[in-house]
């Protein structure tokens, strides 16, 4: 990532997993935000009202809703760095989760507004106001979309940077406004050629973008919250790392718990049962060093002798 030239290269602020840190990166992904936003939305609305099209005054408070949610995605972050005390011994992490599930009931909020008002144009079409400039204006609104998937393209290189879902949230909510503005831009020029109900087709078009990108925000952040499996690619990580000790045979039980930049991974590993207990234990503690060094996770390992697994595996069977 250091690589990268120009606009998508990012600062280097120092050790990810510290929490100043990971917040200083999400204030620059809400800053960028913030700004590109607010002039889209000024772009957008001032349009919408020369033109008389409520799928782009639709589109408009789209863009406006990521100001929101920039504010969220601080708030979040802000809350997210604290220490961890008595009450939250894991930290405060997971307050990104729930801020991205507050984007997410926003989102749906807006969507559901703007169907209604969709279907009220739906029912009674109206005709473009100043339709000499239709073109123009489509041809401005497909410009913004390209904006917004630039936009998209930073947050996304932030989130992976800090390995933060409510970045990469944030991303896809700027890649959904840039589909939209393509879509309202085709609704504009379709009402310019004598089909005025497309604008309001169009409308419910975003407005259903809106509201299907807050339900998958608020699966994808509950999902966290509640707990979920590990992924295959740290399944894989994972395997490859103990591969490289011989005297274990076998990983099993493998649990990530996600508590925002602290994330404890545990699993079982299976070594020759005659190994003394200080050998196993220097095994284990070696393993736990080479996983810290190598993935972002905390390990804590449970040690058993080879076969366990699969013997009471097959005792629960019977």
């Known amino acids: 990532m250091g690589k990268k030239k120009g606009w998508m290269k990012l600062p280097e602020y120092g050790d990810i997993t510290n929490p100043d840190i990971r917040a200083k990166y999400g204030y620059l992904e809400a800053l960028v935000s913030i700004i590109g936003n607010v002039t889209l939305f000024f772009i957008k609305i001032s349009l919408a009202l020369l033109v008389n099209s409520i ?48 984007i997410a009931v926003f989102l749906i909020i807006i969507g559901l507004n703007f169907i209604q008002t969709s279907f009220d144009r739906l029912l009674h079409p109206e005709q473009l106001s100043n339709p000499d400039f239709a073109i123009i204006t489509a041809i401005i609104i ?40 393509i879509g309202v831009a085709i ?58 000790a011989s005297q274990i045979s076998n990983i099993h039980s493998i649990y990530v718990h996600d508590y925002g930049h602290i994330k404890i991974l545990t699993f079982h590993v299976e070594m020759n049962g005659s190994l003394s207990l200080d050998d196993a234990h220097k095994i284990a503690d070696d393993l736990e060093d080479k996983i810290m060094k190598t993935t972002h996770y905390f390990p804590v390992i449970h040690v058993e002798p080879t076969g366990v697994h699969e013997y009471m595996k097959k005792k629960e069977k019977r």
């Open 142 to 181: 497909l410009s913004t979309a390209i904006g917004k998937e630039l936009m998209a393209r930073y947050s996304s290189l932030i989130s992976k940077k800090i390995e933060s879902d409510m970045l990469q949230a944030d991303a896809w909510h700027h890649r959904t406004d840039a589909i939209s503005s």
């Open 55 to 102: 799928g782009l005054a639709a589109d408009a408070i789209h863009s406006l809703s990521d100001v929101s949610t920039s504010g969220i995605v601080i708030f979040g972050f802000k809350i997210a760095k604290k220490r961890p005390d008595k009450k939250h011994p894991f930290g405060h992490g997971r307050a990104e989760h729930i801020a991205t599930l507050i």
């Open 187 to 244: 609704g504009i020029i379709g009402s310019h050629l004598g089909f005025p109900i497309l604008d309001a087709i169009f409308g419910l078009f975003v407005s259903a973008i809106i509201i299907y990108v807050g339900v998958h925000l608020i699966k994808t952040s509950s999902n966290y919250l509640i707990g979920t499996r590990p992924s295959s690619n740290l399944i894989k990580k994972l395997q490859a790392i103990t591969k490289q």
